[in-house]
């Protein structure tokens, strides 16, 4: 048969220490976190010197740029100011002398116009030898022109375009038969230009 009863065990009771035991034990506690809290308290102080010099710094460093801004800019006085530059004198050219004037005056009369057509040459007789009164004898004229279109010879006027006896070249050597039974006679060579202007030569012919 089993014993059920708990086993109980036993602890030999702790013998108080000393009451000077216990002093001395209290006194060595003491004494060993002594420096490690003097140390801390150092080394706080030394901390807070060295932010306070740090601020003292940042301090004098923004009185200083404050400073360096608000200076006045240097005036330059009328010494150290750049001499201005000397302006050159211009020297007056001599005026060209004025040539007299070569075109007419006022009061001379213009040319005339060039007439349009007109006769570059005109060459021929004006008199025609005759052997008698009954026969006829050939005369030749010649001429040339300038802006002429048409030309014409006439017999007995002055307009061989109104009263033509017929169309000649506005350049031309042209031989006609004067008759011999007149003491005299006009011929005419009329010329036109595009513009339908006309000019006239006209020339009496007379018997010998």
Avoid at 57 to 73: E, H
Avoid at 89 to 118: F, N
Avoid at 198 to 205: F, G, M
Wanted: proline share 12%.
């Amino acid at each position: 048969m089993s014993d059920e009863t708990p086993t109980e065990r036993f602890e030999p009771p702790t013998a108080p220490l000393p009451a000077g035991a216990a002093g001395e034990a209290g006194a060595v506690t003491t004494e060993t976190e002594g420096p490690d809290r003097r140390m801390l308290i150092a080394l706080i102080a030394i901390a807070g010197a060295i932010l306070i010099a740090l601020i003292v710094l940042i301090v004098v460093l923004v009185g200083n740029a404050g400073a360096n801004t608000a200076q006045p800019a240097p005036e330059i006085t009328a010494s150290e100011s750049e001499s201005p530059e000397p302006t050159p004198t211009e020297t007056e050219s001599p005026e060209p002398s004025v040539e007299p004037s070569t075109e007419p005056s006022a009061t001379a009369a213009p040319p005339p116009a060039p007439q349009s057509p007109s006769f570059a040459t005109f060459t021929g007789p004006n008199r025609a030898t005759c052997p008698d009164t009954s026969s006829s004898v050939a005369i030749t004229w010649s001429w040339s022109s300038t802006n002429a279109v048409n030309a014409w010879f006439g017999i007995g006027t002055t307009n061989a375009k109104a009263e033509p006896f017929e169309s000649v070249p506005t350049t031309a050597t042209y031989t006609f038969n004067y008759q011999c039974s007149e003491a005299s006679q006009r011929y005419t060579v009329t010329l036109e230009d595009a513009a339908g202007r006309l000019t006239h030569k006209t020339v009496e012919v007379v018997r010998q």
